[in-house]
């Protein structure tokens, strides 16, 4: 079994940062592609920031520039560093892992999501 878990969203200004966590644990063999989507109310999942097992990200067009998606192959992490902030980044965040299980197993596995409300 694999769990993942979130942290990090909250309230901020328009102009301020905030950085998002997640963790992945449990029968895990291999991650490939880790991510971020977020969905805002009213409207569908979108991706906002995905980077592959050889840290090559990609991102959104409304978040290039002001956001940084990092993460640490040994403990398994994502992060994203959100800078710059607006209030149409307003949404439930969710992170994103494609896993390879201790039994072969080939999953995509979704966090429980953080809110990231941006004040104007």
């Known amino acids: 079994q694999v769990q993942v878990v979130e942290s990090g969203g909250g309230l901020v200004q328009a102009g301020g940062s905030l950085r998002l966590s997640c963790a992945a644990s449990?029968?895990?063999?291999?991650?490939?592609?880790m991510g971020w989507y977020r969905q805002a109310p009213g409207k569908q999942r979108e991706a906002v920031a995905v980077i592959t097992s050889g840290s090559n990200p990609n991102y959104a067009k409304s978040v290039k520039g002001r956001f940084i998606i990092s993460r640490d192959n040994a403990k398994n992490t994502v992060d994203l560093q959100m800078n710059r902030l607006k209030p149409e980044d307003t949404a439930v965040y969710y992170c994103?892992?494609?896993?390879?299980?201790?039994?072969?197993?080939?999953?995509?596995?979704w966090g429980q999501g953080t809110l990231v409300t941006v004040s104007s």
């Open positions: 449990g029968s895990i063999f291999s991650i490939n592609a």
């Open positions: 994103n892992v494609a896993v390879v299980t201790s039994s072969t197993q080939y999953l995509q596995i």
